[in-house]
């Protein structure tokens, strides 16, 4: 089936339930706007609040690394992971932007993603579509016929509930036998060094508890200042997303640890003996630098945006530099890859503003970013 009617699908199963969420829920309109002020804080800031992060993180047991490139991050987790490993990933736009899981399969490592979206399109070998749910553009057919060739015994017809069971049946024992997961961050604690993931598959739980091994890795726009704002930051995410209340809001500090003998806190205990944070930078420095692009950072990855701009309907994945597709993509692109094109294609219809939980004013943004190219042309 085409893009349209997947996408027309989403947009039916997804628009409605924002909405219900905002009316049944208003307390999540006023943690929106605290989220907003301290996110500002922390780009107006942005050096002050990553060396902050890396004291907390050494504090609490993990081990902090600061990169500036892709390929300095790449290097780092390598590293960590060597060869011949098996890796599980939760979903982490940051980890496509790195282009992780192809660098560690080619260090001879057993790769999945464990998202359902993710291992979907891990399975097609295609990019990302959209923030929150990569396979938003792959009809509930189209997977099911994915799935039943790649892992077989799925019968025709399939129901949604027997194409996920089918995925949870194949990647239980890659859960199993993991040496190393990796995920990313809804939002990072400046104060405490944590890290907040949210979920409701419940494979995000398994891949930061499962292996000896966690590896979170972030952008610096990640970073709020304090384990409160993580925690609303993971609560107006998921209300934005459509998904509320969320299944699911991990909270990891350091690796695992019990003080059950004399009240003597010690690590580890039964989850990662090791726990590293990477905190990439990758443009988001300047950004946080120039007064036309800093807004830009204060994207919370709702993919709200997507679903009520009239160009994401009609191209999808192909409008911006996947993972950062859509309007937020259209800046991020910029941001992360120096390419204003994107920027060009925004018609300036505004819904993208209005639904915004950050009150972004995308529009204003992509101008300043059409005004590179033009300068560029």
């Not at 979907?120 to 396979?135: D, F, G, V, W």
């Not at 905190?279 to 800093?294: C, E, F, H, T």
Request: net charge positive.
């Amino acid at each position: 089936m085409s893009w349209d009617v997947a996408i027309s699908r989403a947009v039916q199963n997804n628009l409605p339930r924002v909405y219900k969420n905002l009316e049944n829920f208003p307390y999540v309109l006023d943690l929106a706007r605290q989220l907003r002020e301290a996110k500002m804080e922390v780009i107006r800031n942005m050096e002050k609040y990553v060396e902050m992060t890396v004291e907390s993180v050494k504090r609490i047991g993990g081990i902090p690394h600061v990169v500036n490139t892709v390929d300095e991050a790449r290097d780092v987790v390598g590293k960590i992971v060597g060869t011949g490993k098996t890796v599980i990933f939760g979903k982490s736009m940051v980890a496509y932007e790195m282009g992780l899981r192809d660098f560690l399969k080619e260090r001879n490592n057993e790769v999945w993603e464990t998202d359902l979206g993710e291992f979907l399109i891990q399975l097609a070998n295609e990019p990302p579509s959209h923030i929150i749910a990569p396979a938003v553009h792959m009809s509930k057919e189209r997977a099911e016929h994915l799935v039943r060739d790649k892992l077989g015994d799925l019968r025709k017809g399939a129901t949604h509930e027997e194409i996920v069971n089918k995925v949870r049946e194949f990647l239980r024992e890659k859960f199993l036998k993991a040496d190393i997961g990796i995920t990313g961050a809804n939002a990072v604690a400046a104060d405490t060094g944590s890290i907040i993931l949210v979920e409701n598959e419940g494979n995000i739980r398994f891949t930061t508890v499962s292996p000896p091994i966690h590896i979170a890795v972030a952008g610096f726009e990640k970073i709020v200042p304090t384990l409160y704002h993580a925690m609303i930051e993971a609560l107006v995410q998921a209300a934005y997303a459509g998904l509320y209340p969320p299944t699911y809001i991990n909270l990891t500090s350091g690796p695992s640890s019990t003080g059950d003998i004399e009240m003597k806190r010690v690590s580890p205990a039964h989850g990662p003996k090791e726990f590293h944070l990477i905190l990439l930078d990758n443009g988001r420095l300047d950004a946080s630098k120039n007064p036309d692009l800093m807004e830009a950072l204060l994207c919370i990855r709702c993919g709200r945006c997507h679903l009520h701009c009239p160009v994401y309907r009609v191209m999808g994945g192909r409008w911006g530099i996947p993972p950062f597709t859509g309007p937020m993509g259209a800046m991020w692109s910029y941001v992360t890859h120096k390419d204003p094109k994107p920027a060009t294609l925004c018609t300036h219809s505004g819904g993208c503003k209005e639904v915004c939980p950050m009150k972004i004013n995308i529009p204003r943004v992509l101008e300043k970013i059409k005004h590179v190219y033009f300068k560029r042309s």
